[in-house]
């Protein structure tokens, strides 16, 4: 009996065994046949690694620039940033703007065709923004596009947007990846455009499969120059030591971002490692609403007190530019402020001004990568120096929102110093400084957590958005900026490269300034 | 016995309401929004109300929660917060990955670390012992995301065998599967030794010697079905474990399965996720504990159920 009992275990063993060993097998013929495409890799099949998971490919549903880059493979918009963050013509020939930037009219390319064989013109220029536009339709990019009143075909190549206000950093808005066109037939199918998009793109959707892994190929019919490559493979990998592993074993092609500690191993195995200007702006917040913050001579102290050039060589391996005003160089108006030198004297002197020479206690806040946390170390032993007792306190990302923008009122803002990144997708100064500096920012609206207000920097960021005159802008947006570089509200601190790695054959892939992905002018050699 | 399998498949009604709602609440009790997620870094306050609204995140939390089990009932776990996608559809897809990671890295543990147990326990405080304890000691120690991206270093940048990522083929079960089993397999190495030094002693051990049976012959017939017990019941529990899908090996080795979609719900908040997720680990565990009871009884015939 025990023996039989055994012996029945030992059968339901072997059973499971047989049919584990048959799935296996199964699922090894399975995916033999995609290894067979993957392994065998031509030349023009390219693989690019990146760092997060892949949301929607809805351009304007979309909220972060990853997804942003796979999108601009398949569709384009009528105007593009370049590599300077300048706005270039696409799908449009040329725009005109009027004096008070409340019309933009834009004329189109005549020989551009969507992936689903439609026709591209003003009408499904219309379509795409009568969407994105709809505030009912509950689109994440609606709030680039709520401006606009109306949109008219003029004719089959010309379309006119009315603006409800002066806006003239909208030419930026329409630059916007979230502005890229997809087919008004796509749109109206009851097809799931962000899984399955149709644009006029150099590449055509292909498959975005189980692994989250989507692949575009090459569109035979593209009206610009042929791309370079059959394929792109998109596939996310989290861990920043086995995407750097990827490139090393040659199963991408490209992968960013690639984090400081790995350049130099990657460098001794033979891949190319570049550096490019990014919009990114990284600085310390100071609730200017809060003792002893309120006092600009605090301010000043604390920013004479941190070393930024010490700062950049540990926390961004010299990978990133020293701030030279409250936006980044490649943010558009931008203006260069004077600088301000690392001075642990004159810090120690303004404080006993204004009667704080023991210093005191505070706490910083980030959110809880590594870098971050290096940087919040950094400042806390700075100000160490001057006697001043910093608490650095990293929270998850979630929390930390939380804790900062979901403020109801000024008054339990609990947040004193904040180390923190700001991206303007837009490329320009308005988007720059606005949510971060202007008085209706404070949260919850916006992001104004040093809860700084100055009527000259309102008045300015108004005045500026309701001329389309260039030069007036800039001169205007030139005021602001020197305004708040001396008000202090932050200490601007850097502007860290985008980093990525390659294969040594792939020539004119790179990173714009706003982080997204450029293929453009791809070279496979 | 079918009695008692129906009888428990029974009780795990009420379990899984008591789930449910203890999900439901600690997940909303996390600080962050996820509709201020969703809406982005650089979004406004209207966008996020916006979205708040659209996710039906602005209605009453009691509200919310029938909502959910109303859908449950129906098989429908909602759709994800962050992707809009059927959560059931993405679940389907991503459990046999990590099932058979599982299943991989279970029978590596288990050949690996039973083999380790009877060598320690039929050579005891030999130079073999002592080896196989030390490694046992190394492999429950050892990070399993250092081990993973050692072995990923050795094998798919050094060596060239396995893929680094992803699941292109069996290939990419080898390096994760590894892995996971080495801590297991320490484990099972030392309940099994520590089992079989007890059995050892046992008169029946010692008739079984007094007959002239080989040691390995007793080993094998006697000793180890007894010792059994507390490993399998060890066993089940990992078992258990690892069908969650482990968070740290999936998103080392970019493995499409439930643990690296459980820390990306986390991250974005993502509530349908979480709450779907962790219900179907709720549910795993109270089979396998199930299945560990019934085996039980085959292991050892005193153990009888309540029927």
């Given at each position: 009996m025990k023996n039989m009992r055994f012996s029945f275990l030992l059968?339901?063993?072997?059973?499971?065994?047989?049919?584990?060993?048959?799935?296996?097998?199964?699922?090894?013929?399975?995916?033999?046949?995609?290894?067979?495409?993957?392994?065998?890799?031509?030349?023009?099949d390219l693989t690019i690694a990146v760092n997060q998971n892949f949301v929607t490919l809805d351009p304007q549903d979309s909220n972060n620039t990853l997804d942003n880059s796979?999108?601009?493979?398949?569709?384009?918009?009528?105007?593009?940033?370049?590599?300077?963050?300048?706005?270039?013509?696409?799908?449009?020939?040329?725009?005109?703007?009027?004096?008070?930037?409340?019309?933009?009219?834009?004329?189109?390319?005549?020989?551009?065709?969507?992936?689903?064989?439609?026709?591209?013109?003003?009408?499904?220029?219309?379509?795409?923004?009568?969407?994105?536009?709809?505030?009912?339709?509950?689109?994440?990019?609606?709030?680039l596009f709520s401006n606009i009143e109306?949109?008219?075909?003029?004719?089959?190549?010309?379309?006119?947007?009315?603006?409800?206000?002066?806006?003239?950093?909208?030419?930026?808005?329409?630059?916007?990846?979230?502005?890229?066109?997809?087919?008004?037939?796509?749109?109206?199918?009851?097809?799931?455009?962000?899984?399955?998009?149709?644009?006029?793109?150099?590449?055509?959707?292909?498959?975005?499969?189980?692994?989250?892994?989507?692949?575009?190929?090459?569109?035979?019919?593209?009206?610009?120059?042929?791309?370079?490559?059959?394929?792109l493979t998109f596939k996310p990998v989290v861990e920043n030591g086995s995407r750097t592993a990827m490139l090393q074993t040659g199963e991408a092609d490209f992968?960013?971002?690639?984090?400081?500690?790995?350049?130099?191993?990657?460098?001794?195995?033979?891949?190319?490692?570049?550096?490019?200007?990014?919009?990114?702006?990284?600085?310390?917040?100071?609730?200017?609403?809060?003792k002893p913050f309120d006092d600009p001579k605090v301010r000043e102290a604390i920013n004479y007190a941190i070393n930024k050039d010490d700062l950049i060589k540990v926390v961004y391996a010299d990978y990133a530019k020293k701030a030279t005003s409250v936006i980044a160089e490649k943010t558009q108006f931008y203006a260069a402020q004077a600088e301000q030198p690392y001075d642990v004297e004159k810090a120690k002197a303004l404080l006993k001004?204004?009667?704080?020479?023991?210093?005191?206690?505070?706490?910083?806040?980030?959110?809880?990568?590594?870098?971050?946390?290096?940087a919040m170390e950094f400042i806390q032993q700075s100000l160490a120096q001057v006697n001043i007792d910093v608490k650095v306190e990293p929270m998850e990302n979630g929390a930390l929102a939380d804790a900062l923008w979901a403020v109801e009122d000024e008054k339990d803002a609990k947040v004193e110093l904040y180390f923190g990144g700001w991206s303007p997708s837009t490329g320009e100064a308005d988007w720059g400084i606005r949510p971060l500096f202007a008085k209706d920012s404070f949260p919850p609206n916006s992001y104004n957590i040093s809860y700084y207000s100055n009527s000259d920097v309102d008045k300015g960021l108004e005045k500026a958005l309701q001329t389309s005159d260039e030069e007036e802008r800039q001169s205007i947006y030139t005021a602001v900026q020197k305004t708040i570089w001396e008000d202090q509200p932050w200490v601007p601190i850097s502007n860290p490269d985008n980093i990525f790695g390659k294969k040594s054959n792939l020539d004119g892939i790179f990173l714009l300034p706003d982080g997204s992905l450029n293929l453009e002018k791809l070279a496979i050699n | 016995m079918f009695k008692f399998i129906a009888k428990r498949i029974l009780q795990m009604i009420p379990i899984l309401i008591v789930v449910t709602i203890v999900v439901f609440m600690f997940v909303h009790l996390i600080p962050g929004n996820p509709a201020r997620i969703v809406a982005g870094p650089?979004?406004?306050?209207?966008?996020?109300?916006?979205?708040?609204?659209?996710?039906?995140?602005?209605?009453?939390?009691?509200?919310?929660y029938f909502v959910y089990v109303g859908n449950l009932v129906k098989g429908d776990f909602?759709?994800?917060?962050?992707?809009?996608?059927?959560?059931?559809?993405?679940?389907?897809?991503?459990?046999?990955?990590?099932?058979?990671?599982?299943?991989?890295?279970?029978?590596?543990?288990?050949?690996?670390?039973?083999?380790?147990?009877?060598?320690?326990?039929?050579?005891?405080n030999s130079f073999w012992d002592y080896f196989g304890m030390f490694a046992a000691v190394v492999g429950i120690s050892i990070p399993s995301f250092w081990l993973g991206l050692i072995l990923m270093q050795w094998f798919s940048v050094q060596l060239g065998w396995f893929p680094t990522t992803g699941l292109d083929s069996w290939k990419g079960y080898v390096l994760p599967s590894i892995t996971l089993g080495v801590g297991v397999a320490a484990i099972i190495a030392r309940f099994t030794r520590s089992a079989l030094i007890d059995v050892l002693k046992e008169d029946y051990i010692r008739t079984g010697r007094a007959k002239g049976f080989s040691e390995w012959?007793?080993?094998?017939?006697?000793?180890?079905?007894?010792?059994m017990v507390p490993v399998v019941t060890m066993t089940g529990l990992q078992f258990g474990f690892l069908l969650g899908g482990s968070v740290v090996i999936e998103t080392v080795f970019g493995f499409p399965g439930l643990g690296s979609w459980l820390i990306d719900a986390v991250t974005n908040r993502d509530y349908p996720v979480i709450q779907a997720e962790i219900l179907l680990f709720s549910l795993e565990f109270l089979l396998i504990n199930l299945a560990v009871d019934v085996i039980y009884g085959f292991l050892n015939p005193q153990i009888r159920y309540d029927d």
């Open positions: 059968l339901i063993v072997a059973l499971l065994t047989v049919v584990l060993a048959a799935c296996g097998g199964s699922s090894d013929s399975n995916s033999s046949n995609e290894s067979k495409s993957e392994g065998k890799k031509a030349g023009k796979v999108q601009k493979t398949m569709m384009e918009g009528l105007v593009a940033f370049d590599e300077n963050m300048k706005v270039v013509p696409k799908l449009a020939t040329d725009y005109k703007v009027n004096k008070d930037a409340t019309e933009f009219t834009f004329t189109l390319r005549e020989d551009v065709k969507f992936h689903d064989g439609e026709a591209f013109n003003a009408e499904a220029v219309k379509t795409n923004f009568e969407r994105v536009s709809d505030e009912s339709k509950g689109l994440k990019r609606y709030s109306k949109i008219d075909a003029v004719d089959e190549y010309t379309v006119k947007f009315t603006l409800k206000n002066s806006f003239a950093s909208m030419i930026n808005n329409f630059a916007h990846p979230a502005a890229i066109i997809q087919s008004p037939k796509s749109l109206s199918s009851g097809d799931d455009v962000s899984r399955k998009p149709v644009g006029t793109g150099p590449y055509v959707f292909e498959s975005w499969d189980s692994s989250d892994i989507i692949k575009v190929k090459k569109n035979a019919d593209y009206w610009g120059d042929a791309p370079a490559a059959d394929t992968a960013y971002p690639i984090p400081t500690e790995q350049i130099d191993a990657l460098k001794k195995a033979d891949i190319d490692i570049e550096n490019s200007d990014s919009i990114v702006m990284n600085y310390l917040s100071m609730n200017v609403s809060k001004e204004a009667g704080l020479e023991d210093g005191f206690s505070t706490k910083i806040w980030a959110t809880n990568t590594t870098n971050y946390i290096k | 650089e979004a406004d306050q209207a966008t996020v109300e916006r979205i708040e609204a659209k996710l039906g995140l602005d209605k009453p939390i009691v509200e919310q909602g759709n994800s917060l962050k992707t809009n996608e059927p959560i059931l559809e993405e679940m389907k897809t991503r459990f046999m990955p990590t099932f058979w990671l599982t299943v991989w890295s279970m029978i590596f543990a288990f050949v690996v670390g039973i083999g380790i147990g009877i060598l320690s326990a039929m050579r005891r012959k007793i080993m094998m017939r006697q000793a180890l079905k007894n010792a």
